[in-house]
């Protein structure tokens, strides 16, 4: 064992012993205590760091034997329809029907991941992605370093591929309210940070694509939130992903459109070139104006632990995902982006049951239900709006040495749109 992996072992137990104490507190027992001390102040930071600089995991860590599949069903609770998930590793995306079975599948050679999907009405798949270390050679790459292997991703419903674009890309690409094409991308920056006179740092930038998938517009997320510290006072302590590479201050991970004209009167955050982002590494969500390229609005710090996913509900509030990486007990929250307030959150009776130290996914669904995915654990859930769970999913995939992958994203959809889609253009389902 290695020095650096004894710390990181040491700073989990001492992370875990914190999470339980609140699980006890939680459930009214007086009985757990831990004998390791609750880190405080630099020590508690230094040790967040290290926890949330750990690599996202590409399969579940887990020895006992789960159930996979659909797990269970609550009566006509659950929303009935069509589930899409993208598998964090090996380049994949799986569509499973009501009864969990796997109907329809994407995939693309030499890809080591893939981010979250998004499936157009048109049957179209749109994702981001990173080429496998392997594969890093091929004539579209250059170098082989983690920027550089990244790409933007456009298939058709049959797997065929339309484009692939080196470009950066991560986490997510989806429409803008113009029928136009908008994803993450990362790109190194010399930058003044906290006083570190051209420190190294990793921006994250909204990128605007034509429809061949080329650049034709980049917005530096670094330079709206440095133009407003009032609002958005940097977080500096994000992590490093070791001594030589680039500092990722932001790692925005989701960005959801704002525009509803039916909201314009209540507040200016909603408008037409509005977007939110999640963003991990500054424990924060986020408003923007892409148009005026100005930050509007920032809420969560010292709320939220490592967030994910956000989306825009019909109320105007926003849904997201609070991992809860300080107190390794994740969560869904509501928020009220102009009263700045949460009115509304459910989490597990208790941690073990549901916490994911990274990426996962959270939508509102049209009766009023909440699908979760629990990524670290190749979970997806469903819960009603009185905290009951009616629906759970077990990713059955797995790898070479049979350990189940983590999971990116998952969406439901209306299994009208997916069974015409299916008739239109046929099945491809998973064979292993």
Known sequence: MTPRQSILIAITLIIAACGQADSNRA????????????????????????????PYAGFVDEEDDVKEGLI??????????????SLYSGGMAMLVNPHGDIVHHWSTPMSERWAHT???????????????????????VEGGNDLERRFALRMKWNGEIVWRVHNAAHHEMTRNPDGGLVTLTARGRRTKVAGEKGRLIRDNVVTYLDEAGQTVRNIS?????????????????????GDKALRDLIHANAIEWLNRPDLYSRSPLYGRNNVVLSMRHQDRIAIFDLEQ??????????????????????????????????????????????????????QAPTAREFFTRTKGAVQRLPNGNTLVTNADHGEIFEIAPDGDVVWRF?????????????LHRARRFESEFIEDLISKYGANPYEG
């Open 293 to 346: 390229e100005k930050l509007l609005w920032a809420w969560g710090l010292g709320e939220i632990s490592g967030p994910h996913d956000v989306q825009l509900l019909e109320s105007g509030n926003l849904l997201l995902l609070d991992n809860g990486v300080e107190k390794r007990r994740s969560r869904v929250i509501e928020v009220d982006p102009v009263e700045n307030q949460i009115v509304w959150e459910w």
């Open 72 to 85: 269970s069903s609550s009566g006509t609770r659950w929303y009935r329809g069509y589930t899409l998930y």
């Open 118 to 140: 998004e499936l157009m009405p048109n049957g179209e798949l749109l994702t981001a992605g990173i080429v496998a270390r392997e594969g890093a050679r091929d004539e579209e």
């Open 221 to 241: 997320l670094y330079n709206m939130i440095a133009a407003d510290s009032l609002i958005f006072p940097l977080k500096t302590s994000a992590h490093k992903e």
């Open 27 to 54: 459930s009214g027992s007086e009985s757990g205590t831990s004998s390791i001390p609750t880190p405080q102040g630099e020590d508690l930071n230094e040790a967040l760091d290290d926890l949330m600089g750990l």
């Open 394 to 406: 077990v990713s059955p995939m797995r790898n070479a040495e049979g350990k189940r992958s983590t």
